[in-house]
């Protein structure tokens, strides 16, 4: 059964950083495009970043591009979200997706969804 689990996130104050993770279990990643989303309050889920199952490609949403990095280690079965200059509009749950054809910043693009992990920026 396809497994995936976020951690990494937490409590950080504006400028902060954070290095979310997503984890496979039950699949190997390396087929797999990823996603990241995140869902604020009140607000419904957005795509925040995307990478290609071997990593070639990687998009990102305007809200975050140059503050964000995501990456993947394949021999870990781990795909990586690195945030910096956090700010308090960046507060949400974030979710890992995964999809062997599911390159996008689009929910409906992807098939296996994580639980999600809390992101809070707040001074």
């Known amino acids: 059964q396809l497994h995936l689990v976020e951690s990494g996130g937490g409590l950080v104050q504006p400028g902060g950083s954070l290095r979310l993770s997503c984890a496979a279990s039950?699949?190997?990643?390396?087929?797999?495009?990823i996603g990241w989303f995140r869902r604020a309050p009140g607000k419904e889920r957005e795509g925040v970043s995307c990478?290609?199952?071997?990593?070639?490609?990687?998009n990102y949403a305007d809200s975050v591009k140059g503050r964000f990095t995501i990456s993947r280690d394949n021999a870990k079965n781990t795909v990586y979200l690195q945030m910096n200059s956090l700010k308090p509009e960046d507060t949400a749950i974030y979710y890992c997706?995964?999809?062997?054809?599911?390159?996008?910043?689009?929910?409906?693009?992807?098939?296996?969804w994580g639980q999600g992990t809390q992101v809070t920026v707040s001074s």
């Open positions: 990478i290609s199952s071997y990593g070639g490609s990687t």
């Open positions: 997706a995964a999809d062997l054809t599911g390159y996008g910043l689009e929910l409906h693009e992807y098939s296996y």
């Open positions: 039950g699949f190997t990643l390396d087929n797999y495009d």
